[in-house]
């Protein structure tokens, strides 16, 4: 009896918990009961990262960004700081294709050594080829020298090339004026006011165009002559030489021909002269027709018409306009390689 309360005292009642322990009597075979072998996974914790400082600006920063700013804004509004930055920092057009080419060491290499073709050399070759190219003259007076004249022959090939492109478009645009006035005159329709000071300012533009090109051309007529008997060329003649030729034969014709028919009006120099600068506009136009010329050279036929204006009178002036210089101007467009630049003047229609 007293063991069954003492069983009784054991035992436990099971828990009204949803989940209740579980209670096991002690078993002699074992000897670790006292332990406690329970064992339980506790989660890891992650590792505190160190965060790093951001890359964005602080408000010390921006406002140090911003006085920096502004005293750049105000350096800026000088001319000459102004110019400064432009020179220092921003190449122009016409230096940017100089100095996109290869370095000076390649130049000199390809001038010294045109059949090497290998650039991968030893130490000692290198050596060699330096030895043999000799020290550069960096900094010297020659060598500056050379280099502003290079730099200078370079500007000036890409002025010219830029005012030929300019007055390409130019000259397209005139020809399709020509083109409308021609349209118009064949279905008897007036000319605008607005055609005639398109068609004006078309033409002053060329005019301008051609007073920059004269000084660039006559440098290459010049470098043109030197060339010429090195390609087994016969050098061209200036407009010069052919207008002062063509003067003399006409003088030479017009005494020759006076002493024998008109002696009467052989006294009176000036008709002479006049007949004089008419016969040298005829042999001009002939020595013209006769070999292909550049636009460049039909100058002298404009120089001996202003001669020839100069020496009339204001009541002749228009005659001569109308009877030599338009017929003149069509002979220059159909031996010149420019096209019909003339097909229109300003005596054609009124204005």
């Given at each position: 009896m007293a063991d069954d309360l003492e069983s009784s005292t054991d035992y436990k009642s099971p828990s009204r918990q949803r989940n209740p322990t579980r209670i096991r009597k002690k078993n002699t075979k074992f000897y670790n009961e006292d332990e406690d072998t329970s064992f339980s996974l506790r989660p890891r914790a992650p590792k505190k990262r160190e965060r790093k400082p951001g890359l964005g600006l602080t408000v010390h920063d921006k406002k140090m960004a911003q006085a920096i700013g502004v005293r750049l804004r105000n350096l800026l509004k000088l001319p000459k700081a102004h110019k400064w930055v432009c020179y220092e920092?921003?190449?122009?057009?016409?230096?940017?294709?100089?100095?996109?080419?290869?370095?000076?060491?390649?130049?000199?290499?390809?001038?010294?050594?045109?059949?090497?073709?290998?650039?991968?050399?030893?130490?000692?070759?290198?050596?060699?080829?330096?030895?043999l190219m000799g020290k550069p003259r960096r900094c010297s007076p020659a060598f500056f020298e050379e280099e502003r004249g290079a730099l200078e022959a370079r500007r000036t090939k890409i002025r010219l090339s830029k005012i030929l492109s300019l007055k390409k478009d130019w000259i397209n645009q005139l020809k399709n004026l020509n083109t409308e006035a021609e349209k118009a005159k064949s279905f008897q329709q007036p000319i605008s006011r607005d055609f005639q000071k398109k068609y004006a300012t078309t033409v002053l533009e060329l005019e301008q165009l051609n007073k920059q090109l004269s000084d660039c051309l006559g440098g290459v007529q010049n470098y043109c002559k030197e060339l010429a008997p090195d390609m087994g060329m016969t050098p061209l003649d200036e407009p010069s030489q052919i207008k002062t030729s063509c003067d003399e034969e006409a003088a030479e014709i017009v005494n020759r021909i006076s002493g024998m028919f008109h002696k009467r009006t052989s006294k009176n120099h000036r008709v002479i002269d006049l007949i004089s600068s008419l016969t040298s506009l005829m042999l001009q136009v002939r020595t013209f027709s006769e070999r292909e010329f550049n636009s460049f050279e039909f100058k002298c036929l404009q120089d001996t018409l202003k001669e020839i204006k100069d020496k009339l009178d204001g009541n002749s002036i228009n005659a001569f306009q109308n009877n030599v210089e338009i017929h003149i101007n069509h002979i220059q467009s159909g031996l010149s390689q420019m096209g019909n630049l003339h097909a229109f003047s300003s005596s054609t229609y009124k204005v």
């Open positions: 920092w921003f190449y122009s057009n016409l230096d940017i294709p100089l100095f996109l080419m290869e370095n000076d060491f390649s130049i000199c290499m390809k001038e010294s050594f045109p059949q090497l073709k290998m650039k991968k050399l030893r130490r000692v070759e290198w050596c060699k080829i330096r030895r």
